[in-house]
């Protein structure tokens, strides 16, 4: 494992872009913190980078993880380069270098799925990644002008959830509507029935839409189903695009489960 205390280093300067960096399809990126990167060696194996806070290669969860990747791929940097690297003030001491996944697109959707219709802020869409996961998603699909799955706010926010999800950016989301073996379900404020009244489909495709724009109007026409969440309108218009998310897949999955599926 090499040792670097230079801020000059070329590799720290290269690892100081990729903090900072956006996520852009194709590009490396860097997982921040010893949850993410325990995830990402359970299922992809060792980065292509490990870069460890020198002073606390000792801990039990950081040596672990060193003795999981080959010594010439781990760098130990001195500890105040490392918080340069660390998403929040509280780093862990370790960050893996590595290519996001780019699944293949599906022929045909028959699947629960959720559309990502140019979810722009990186919480709300790094808390819904972390929600379908829970909730039993297993693929999305996110439009172009969705922030990027793999920015440090949205991997901070996903909580690992990134690693359950075959993840499609900058997805065409009418073009893939002819691909939808399952009906699409949106949802909006007008021409839309209650959550609660009936059942919701055992498999479909959800879509949510942008914080302030909502679901498009294509997508929207495109809808087998329109639902609406119940709320206090006198208190407010609408619900976060996160929350109302929440609310229909624990819905749907709670009507699923009630029927004996998953």
């Known amino acids: 494992m090499k040792y670097v205390s230079s801020r000059e280093n070329p590799a720290v300067k290269a690892l100081a872009r990729l903090a900072a960096h956006a996520g852009k399809r194709g590009e490396a990126v860097l997982l921040d913190g010893v ?3 325990q995830a990402w060696l359970q299922r992809h194996g060792a980065p292509e980078q490990a870069v ?53 697109m599906p022929a045909a959707v028959e699947e629960n799925c959720v559309l990502f219709d140019r979810i722009q802020d990186p919480g709300n ?25 793999w920015s440090p706010k949205v991997l901070r926010s996903g909580q690992g959830a990134h690693f359950a999800l075959a993840i499609h950016e900058h997805a065409d989301l009418p073009a893939l509507l002819p691909r939808l073996k399952v009906p699409l379900v949106a949802t909006a404020l007008e021409g839309a029935r209650d959550l609660y009244d ?7 495709a959800w879509v ?28 407010v218009e609408s619900l976060n695009v996160g929350a109302a998310a929440a609310i229909c ?12 599926g998953r």
């Open 35 to 37: 949850h993410l990167c």
């Open 52 to 104: 460890f806070d020198a002073a606390r290669l000792d801990a039990p969860e950081i040596a672990a993880l060193a003795r999981q990747v080959p010594a010439e791929r781990c760098l130990a940097l001195d500890g105040r380069l490392m918080r340069v690297l660390a998403s929040v003030e509280s780093g862990q001491g370790v960050a893996f270098v590595v290519r996001p996944p780019a699944p293949a």
């Open 125 to 149: 869409v790094g808390t819904l990644l972390r929600t379908c996961a829970a909730a039993g998603v297993r693929r999305v699909f996110l439009a172009t002008g969705t922030a990027a799955a």
């Open 198 to 204: 009936g059942s919701l489909p055992g498999r479909c």
């Open 208 to 235: 949510f839409g942008h914080e302030g724009q909502g679901v498009a109007p294509e997508l929207l026409a495109a809808a087998a189903l329109k639902v609406r969440i119940p709320h206090d309108a006198a208190a």
């Open 249 to 260: 897949l624990f819905e749907q999955r709670r009507q699923a489960l009630r029927h004996g």
